[in-house]
């Protein structure tokens, strides 16, 4: 049984910053990226990060947000910078492990809010 803890959200103004945490109880993790879903909109990906450091990011937070992640500790982070009340949304961190890479697992899911 794989648990994805994540950490990070909150409320900020426009403008600021947060960084949001992803941490798996597993190694050997194939890719790791981050979901938003706002009220009454699909699920989207912001970003994902695979294990040869590639990574892929939406059109809309290209140059504000940044993923990583420390394969030590199996971890993904979301550094996000600039936010606009449009990246107010849940944000949820997606795994996939090498032995079985097209399975998915989700975390529980972190409230970002963006307000003045």
């Known amino acids: 049984q794989v648990h994805l803890v994540e950490s990070g959200g909150g409320l900020v103004q426009p403008g600021g910053s947060l960084r949001l945490s992803c941490a798996a109880s597993r190694s050997r993790i194939y890719r790791m990226g981050w979901y938003r879903q706002a009220p009454g909109k699909q699920r989207e990906l912001v970003a994902g990060i695979f294990s040869t450091g590639r990574t892929n990011y939406a059109d809309s937070v290209k140059g504000r947000f940044t993923i990583s992640r420390d394969n030590a500790k199996n971890t993904v982070y979301l550094q996000m910078n600039s936010l606009k009340p449009e990246d107010t949304a849940v944000y949820f961190c997606?795994?996939?492990?090498?032995?079985?890479?097209?399975?998915?697992?989700w975390g529980q899911g972190t409230q970002v809010t963006v307000s003045s």
């Open positions: 997606n795994v996939g492990f090498y032995s079985d890479p097209s399975q998915d697992y």
